[in-house]
């Protein structure tokens, strides 16, 4: 559905707030970032931001369901892009790397959203951004499943266990480099697509 122009104005002005947060929360932690940081930083009031979110706990599931649903559409697009399944699965883990290499900040909340955060926020935020998250999975079960069906894929597990460990795989990659700062990300990416070679059973091993 097409926005009116006073939409499209506060939608702006929205996403505004929202890069404001996003780069706080980056900088900092959640528990030490704070709304006045973020409206100082959107350059409007606390309570001009009060009318926007109702809290520090809403703006974060704002912030990490937008991180999260851009990047699941990038990923799906390139994945769409890609031809067969053993190629459409290099592709998934390719994204992940070349993705969070340019957008480091949306790497770490991202990290921290699925990763030991607070159970009470992390259900909300898998509220907010699991549509285009069982989207993408779904997806990529049906990949898998194609690769078995083909004879590309080895088989004796469900697509949908392929996928979850394939999924893995970049994301424990990411978690390392979070933890070892300095790492170069993309000088991993070999490694991670080698293991996901052996998952696939297309390793030439």
Not at 63 to 90: C, D, H, M, T, W
Not at 117 to 136: G, T
Not at 174 to 184: F, I, R
Request: glycine share 4%.
């Amino acid at each position: 559905m097409k926005l009116s122009r006073k939409e499209r104005e506060a939608q702006f002005r929205l996403n505004i707030v929202l890069d404001a947060a996003a780069d706080v929360f980056a900088e900092s932690s959640y528990a030490n970032a704070s709304v006045e940081e973020i409206a100082k930083r959107a350059e409007i009031s606390v309570g001009t931001l009060y009318n926007l979110f109702a809290s520090k706990e809403q703006i974060y599931c704002k912030v990490v369901s937008r991180a999260q649903n851009q990047f699941f559409q990038y990923l799906q697009e390139k994945v769409g892009e890609a031809r067969g399944p053993k190629e459409k699965i290099s592709a998934t883990v390719r994204c992940h790397f070349e993705h969070f290499s340019r957008w480091v900040q949306q790497w770490r909340l991202y990290v921290s959203a699925s990763n030991g955060f607070q159970w009470e926020l992390k259900s909300k935020l898998i509220d907010e951004a699991v549509d285009s998250q069982k989207r993408f999975m779904d997806s990529l079960t049906d990949i898998c499943q194609q690769g078995m069906d083909a004879g590309i894929f080895k088989k004796g597990v469900p697509a949908e266990f392929m996928a979850l460990t394939i999924m893995g795989v970049p994301h424990s990659f990411l978690v390392y480099c979070l933890d070892e700062e300095g790492t170069d990300i993309m000088s991993l990416m070999p490694s991670a697509l080698k293991i996901t070679d052996r998952i696939m059973g297309t390793d030439i091993d």
